[in-house]
């Protein structure tokens, strides 16, 4: 079945940068779109970042010019780059498999990683 293991969450200071990664199992890694989503408290979840197969990009305006998505077909790995956070940047974040047409969620989620962002 379909895994997807994220990492590289934690605590950090405004202003400050952290990586996460998403390790999926269980699907063609190559021919999929990938997304991360975000919860935070008392929140829907949102969806921050996605890449298609073929590279192309979609954000959330809140985080344009700060967090990057890239992916590692060799790898089946999805990462996000997030620098320059701030407080309301804290949630969990969660790692989508399978991003349909229209920047659509897919079926598949990871577990989440928590990142929190103090001032």
């Known amino acids: 079945q379909v895994q997807l293991v994220e990492s590289g969450g934690g605590l950090v200071q405004a202003g400050g940068s952290l990586r996460l990664s998403c390790v999926a199992s269980?699907?063609?890694?190559?021919?999929?779109?990938m997304g991360w989503y975000r919860q935070a408290p008392g929140k829907q979840r949102e969806l921050v970042a996605a890449?298609?197969?073929?590279?192309?990009?979609n954000y959330a305006d809140s985080v344009k010019g700060r967090f990057t998505i890239s992916r590692d077909n060799a790898k089946s790995t999805v990462y996000l780059q997030m620098n320059s956070l701030n407080p309301e940047d804290t949630a969990v974040y969660y790692c989508?498999?399978?991003?349909?047409?229209?920047?659509?969620?897919?079926?598949?989620w990871g577990q989440g990683t928590q990142v929190t962002v103090s001032s």
């Open positions: 989508n498999a399978g991003v349909r047409s229209g920047w659509l969620e897919g079926s598949y």
């Open positions: 269980g699907m063609p890694f190559s021919i999929n779109a």
């Open positions: 890449i298609s197969w073929t590279s192309s990009t």
